[in-house]
Structure formats: C-alpha cells, structure tokens
C-alpha cells in the first residue's frame, strides 16, 4: 500500500507559478511510477504528467508540455509537478497518483489539492 498526500495548491495569477508536492508513505514509493492528474469543474480527470521510479524527463499532456515539470526525490518519497505559465484553463483540483512496476493501471492516489489560476 502506498498513502499519497499532496500539497501546494492555491491560488495564483494567470502567469504565475506553483510547486506541488506529493508526499508517499507506506511501501516503497521508489519502484512506482508517479504521476499527476487534474479534474476541472464539469469535466473528466484528465492525465497531465507521469515519470518512472528511476526518474527521468518525464511525461506530459499536450496541454502542459513546456510549462510543467514532473520530478521525484525517492530520498525524501516525495514527487513534485513544478507548474509554470500558469493558465485560467489550469483550474483544477490536482491529485497525484502511483501505479506498480510494470502495470497500467494508477492503484493509489491522493486526495487533491486546488489550483486556481486566476485571469
């Protein structure tokens, strides 16, 4: 089992930038995958980032491709999702979730944390 709690959310200006972090406990959160979603009011959970335990360059939705940035630290079992040039489109509330080595499926996630990108 792994419990996942993010942080960092809050509310911005349009342009501005926000750090989340996602702090893992539990089994150990080196050999998941990582990754962030978002679900904006009305719509769907969408995927916007992941990266593989190892680390890595990440990957990323279309929509935030050069603004975002996933990172892991597996010292401190904690991920992060750097978001700059942020958008009103940004809105969201944000979880971060983990998936097992080698499967396809997000098995553990957090319980959000509110972005507001204000115009």
């Known amino acids: 089992q792994v419990q996942l709690v993010e942080s960092g959310g809050g509310l911005v200006q349009a342009g501005g930038s926000l750090r989340l972090s996602c702090a893992a406990s539990g089994q150990a959160f080196s050999r998941y995958g990582a990754g962030w979603f978002r679900q904006a009011p009305g719509k769907e959970r969408e995927f916007v980032a992941a990266?593989?335990?190892?680390?890595?360059?990440?990957s990323y939705a279309d929509s935030v491709k050069g603004r975002f940035t996933i990172s892991r630290d597996n010292a401190k079992n904690t991920a992060y999702l750097q978001m700059n040039s942020l958008k009103p489109e940004d809105t969201a509330v944000y979880y971060c979730a983990a998936r097992r080595s080698g499967g396809s499926i997000w098995n553990y996630w957090g319980q959000g944390t509110q972005v507001t990108v204000s115009s």
């Open positions: 990266i593989w335990w190892s680390g890595g360059p990440g």
